[in-house]
């Protein structure tokens, strides 16, 4: 929960509207000043490679000694429950340690110029320099680690960065800053400016920035690289995550784990499992297994340990969660459990069965505790009911038979295909991201390095 007061913004519990604290609502003025600062540390003497890697390993550390203190801000703030929101911490430490890695083994290439006859006596290489200075703008669900996934590698290569958070998350943010500075990281070469969503369009317009890195909507995705058309802008948007369950695959194993990851951090996750797609054959037995295990879901406080699903960011946003589970339901679907608007902003875990493609809570990114089932009568089937989308972002798959894998690798026109495995998962190193409305860019440290960098030519003539 964020509200605006004059020149700050106030950062309350989505759970208990308790007040967290304030930060400065910026303007123009302070994304302009702070850009400023970054452009000229991009001009000035570069970090060597060692000591962007030697601060990014620091702050891993410090990650470690503090997990628990950054998981208790995420859990605050984002309404995360406590063991979700450790679990990120974690996964924020892994992220430093890639990064640094990427700092101390990014290289370039030798070029055979004398494979051509007017490269005879000529050496050519390739260098990996930094593109500028990166505009960086994050959202609220994982306020520390997507955080990390564009601070960390543009420290690698040697950006710096400016960094707009999420309003309703920005102290996790500025705890992890506060970080950096404290490992060493000289002052520019991370700046965070608060301010809210309507300010946030001039931080990639501005004309020092060289690149922008967006996690959000697909609607803002957009209007970000509509506005930027001459800048390298990289976009992590949305989803509405695949599962499909063939009857030669484990269908238990399946239930079981789309029962965590379509209601983990009650679904605010661009991968959270939406629609699932199970053979005929064993729809209802795999139906009664998952209702029986998300009825079974804690839903409370944040801050319980026992806690596996909690609040919504935000009233507004579980009243339309709420209203499209209520017109899915009018429309012929069946809500097997949960779906109801609760204090706190809660939506309860909701299984719906009977789901139809032209209904909101399949074609649209319901980003709540919500999973629609369909069933269907041959895999073919189900490839194109999963590829029935706008989006692009990760899709699963459960099956035993090697040939049906191969095959949904090769057509499901996802970023990832995952196969006996939900596509919540996600280490992070690996290459993730989407194509058409889920983004157009892969993150994961060494990945986001290559979007980081430009490729400078240099030729040595005898």
């Known amino acids: 929960m964020v509200t605006t007061l004059a020149d700050v913004i106030e950062v309350r519990s989505p759970w208990d509207g308790r007040f967290l604290g304030s930060v400065p609502a910026g303007g123009e003025r302070q994304v302009d000043e702070a850009v400023s600062v970054a452009l000229d540390r991009h001009r000035g003497p570069q970090l060597p490679a ?23 801000w995420i859990s605050a703030e984002a309404g995360k429950p406590i063991t979700a ?43 990996r320099v930094p593109v500028g200075v990166v505009g960086a703008i994050t959202p609220f669900n994982f306020p520390l680690n997507l ?25 996790t943010a500025l705890a992890l800053a506060a970080l950096f500075e404290e490992a060493g990281l000289p002052p ?20 020092g920035v060289a690149m922008v ?24 948007l949305g989803n509405n995550a695949p599962v499909i369950v063939e009857p030669d695959g484990d269908w238990r194993a399946a239930a079981a784990k789309v029962a965590v990851a379509g209601f983990s951090y009650s679904g605010q996750t661009c991968i959270s499992v939406q629609r699932l797609f199970v053979h005929r054959s064993v729809h209802d037995d795999l139906v009664d297994d998952l209702v029986g295990r998300v009825s079974r ?16 960011i935000n009233a507004t946003a579980a009243e339309r969660v709420a ?16 779906g109801t608007l609760e204090d706190h902003s809660v939506v309860t875990p909701c299984v719906l069965t009977g789901v139809t493609p032209d209904m909101r809570v399949s074609h649209a990114e319901v980003f709540g505790p919500v999973v629609g089932v369909q069933a269907y009568d041959d895999f073919d089937e189900a490839l194109a009911l999963a590829n029935d989308t706008r989006y692009g972002l990760q899709a699963g798959v459960f099956t035993s038979d090697l040939g049906k894998a191969l095959l949904a690798a090769e057509v499901l026109d996802f970023g990832g295909v995952l196969v006996n495995e939900v596509p919540t998962w996600r280490a992070d190193h690996m290459p993730y991201g989407g194509v ?11 990945y986001a390095a290559q979007e980081m960098t430009e490729r400078r030519l240099i030729v040595l003539s005898a």
Not at 119 to 127: A, D, M, N, Q, T
Not at 153 to 167: E, H, I, M, N, R
Not at 194 to 203: D, G, I, K
């Open 436 to 446: 058409r409305d889920s983004g157009n860019t892969r993150e994961g440290p060494y």
């Open 297 to 312: 879901l804690r839903v409370g406080d944040p801050a319980d340990e026992a806690t596996e699903v909690s609040s919504l």
């Open 85 to 127: 929101a450790r679990a990120e911490a974690t996964r924020a430490v892994d992220t430093m340690r890639f990064s640094a890695a990427v700092a101390r083994t990014l290289t370039g290439e030798v070029l055979p110029l004398d494979a051509a006859a007017a490269g005879e006596g000529k050496l050519g290489f390739v260098r």
């Open 147 to 171: 955080v990390c996934h564009k601070v960390a590698p543009a420290v690698a290569v040697g950006c710096p960065v400016v960094l707009k958070p999420a309003p309703a998350t920005p102290l």
């Open 213 to 236: 890195s967006f996690t959000g909507s697909r609607e803002v995705g957009h209007a970000l690289r509509a506005a930027a058309p001459a800048k390298r802008v990289s976009l992590e």
């Open 188 to 207: 520019g070469w991370l700046t965070v400016v608060t301010c809210t969503n309507e300010v946030a369009p001039s931080l990639p317009t501005h004309p």
């Open 50 to 72: 060692h000591r962007r890697a030697a601060i990014l390993d620091r702050v891993a550390d410090l990650l470690v000694a503090r997990r628990d203190r950054f998981a208790a």
């Open 323 to 338: 209203g499209w589970v209520a017109e899915a339901v009018a429309g012929g679907a069946v809500a097997r459990c949960g």
